[in-house]
């Protein structure tokens, strides 16, 4: 029963080959026996699934249907949930329980979503590697000394494992992309503003968006379905009405125009994943496409201005974590400096607190014009860069990873190797495009992820791409030994 897609449940649930119920019991005790291997969840919440998958089998008996109804998942621990832990990973939440749902959640359990849980994730989001979380580093299915990536390696792993067919999870720099990549999975970062933000805990507003983790193209496809759409509650949700996306998967690729960006294929990539990439490449101009180069020529700058932006807005989203309101406070504060000091100082993780004081320089009155400004001016030039290529081609392909996944600890003593790991998924971000990662092979028993950008809203066409692609290859089918 673990092997089966969302597509798969959802086929069985309507023939009445299995219920939500046995399908959820079954899924629960394979997470109490494998979990411990990965550590992939934080929180699991057997009762409230049950109760679920229940209501979910009596609205099916009913007569009701959906792609989602009694389809087990889990969300990323950033999610607020209502009266259940949401601890973004961090030791400052560990004893926060949410008081009202993340918009996310709400929606996806309307659809009748069955919820298995909470999973791990770096610590604020912070991280491309999963080790940075309160709760200890998130272990990668396909090779348990290796990361999954992150920050969504707790949603990543626990899919690639078996445990669950879909989690939610979320991509600021690059966090749903490049664990899908690590771990052999499909992912979706949707444009900015396609998924509300509302009760999603905020690393750096203007970068943050909702997206699901799936093992294919077509569940990623049901799985957005329930969660994108405007939002009033978050004043940068989009009012764009949302295609149905499961309809757009079968359209022909036949005289699509994919642009490769000659920077893609510098130094820093592994040519193992280069040769990979051409690969999949002739597979899809065996499907139609056509491919052209094209220059993305500010992309060298992408780092630096994210890893100043970024920063910048966790330093301001952050300061709500005072000891006062949320979170975690310490023992017997002398006066108010001394809690918020000492709350701070222990609830925060030296990664959280490194970006906290980058992102306060920055904006600190005299640097602000040197190191924020310039940072946005760059993200400017960026964009600008993608909608030239978009005058030219449909979609972008490229690596998502310069590398496979690492060693666990073989980056802890330098956050900036870690930090250039994200040079091909941050641009996305900084521009706001959506993109998707899709397994694209192996180098060393570890999964390499293609990675697909398209003009705004286009998620469609995104998905379309992919299924075809896996219409006509089996790395997706892949699974790890021992899961
Ligand atoms: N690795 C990037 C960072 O650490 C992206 C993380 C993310 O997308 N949440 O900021």
Request: aromatic share 8%.
């Amino acid at each position: 029963m673990h092997h089966m897609t969302l597509a798969e449940i959802a086929r069985g649930l309507a023939d009445k080959k299995f219920s939500s119920e046995e399908l959820t019991r079954t899924l629960l005790a394979r997470i109490a026996q494998l979990d411990p291997q990965i550590n992939s969840f934080i929180s699991l919440t057997e009762d409230l699934a049950l109760a679920q998958a229940k209501a979910a089998d009596a609205r099916r008996a009913n007569g009701e249907s959906g792609a989602l109804l009694g389809a087990p998942i889990a969300h990323k621990d950033l999610f607020c949930t209502q009266g259940i832990r949401t601890s973004c990973g961090s030791k400052m939440l560990d004893n926060f329980k949410a008081p009202y749902d993340a918009t996310v959640v709400s929606k996806l359990a309307a659809a009748g979503t069955v919820t298995l849980g909470k999973t791990n994730m770096d610590e604020f989001a912070m991280g491309s590697a999963n080790e940075s979380s309160w709760y200890g580093a998130v272990k990668n299915p396909w090779n348990l000394e290796h990361v999954p990536g992150g920050s969504s390696g707790g949603s990543a792993a626990a899919v690639a494992a078996r445990l669950l067919p879909a989690a939610t999870a979320t991509d600021t720099g690059g966090s749903i992309r490049q664990p899908a990549a690590f771990t052999n999975l499909t992912g979706l970062k949707p444009t900015y503003g396609r998924v509300s933000r509302w009760g999603m805990i905020a690393y750096a507003s203007s970068l943050d968006q909702g997206g699901p983790l799936a093992r294919t193209a077509e569940d990623c496809a049901i799985l957005l379905q329930g969660m994108a759409g405007f939002d009033p509650n978050d004043s940068t949700s989009i009012d764009e009405p949302v295609p149905d996306y499961s309809a757009s998967l079968n359209g022909s690729l036949q005289g699509l125009r994919i642009g490769v960006p000659k920077e893609y294929f510098s130094a820093g990539l592994d040519p193992r994943i280069a040769e990979l990439i051409q690969a999949s490449i002739k597979e899809l101009e065996k499907l139609g496409a056509v491919i052209k180069e094209i220059s993305l020529p500010n992309m060298q700058h992408a780092i630096p201005a994210y890893y100043v932006i970024a920063p910048a807005e966790a330093s301001s989203n952050l300061s709500r974590f005072d000891g006062v309101r949320f979170g975690y406070r310490c023992e017997n504060p002398k006066d108010l400096e001394d809690l918020y000091t000492r709350s701070r100082g222990e609830g925060f993780g030296s990664e959280v607190q490194r970006r906290i004081m980058v992102g306060a320089y920055a904006l600190s009155a005299g640097y602000y014009d040197a190191y924020y400004l310039k940072a946005q001016k760059i993200r400017r030039l960026v964009k600008n860069d993608f909608m030239n290529a978009f005058n030219d081609v449909d979609v972008i392909l490229g690596p998502t990873t310069p590398n496979p996944a690492w060693k666990l600890g073989a980056k802890n003593s330098d956050p900036v190797a870690a930090y250039l790991e994200d040079v091909y998924t941050i641009t996305a971000n900084l521009a706001g495009l959506p993109g998707l990662s899709m397994p694209a092979g192996f180098v060393d028993g570890l999964p390499v992820g293609v990675q697909l950008l398209a003009p705004y809203f286009q998620e469609g066409r995104l998905l379309n791409i992919a299924h075809q692609y896996q219409l006509n290859t089996d790395w997706h089918t892949r699974t790890p030994t021992g899961f």
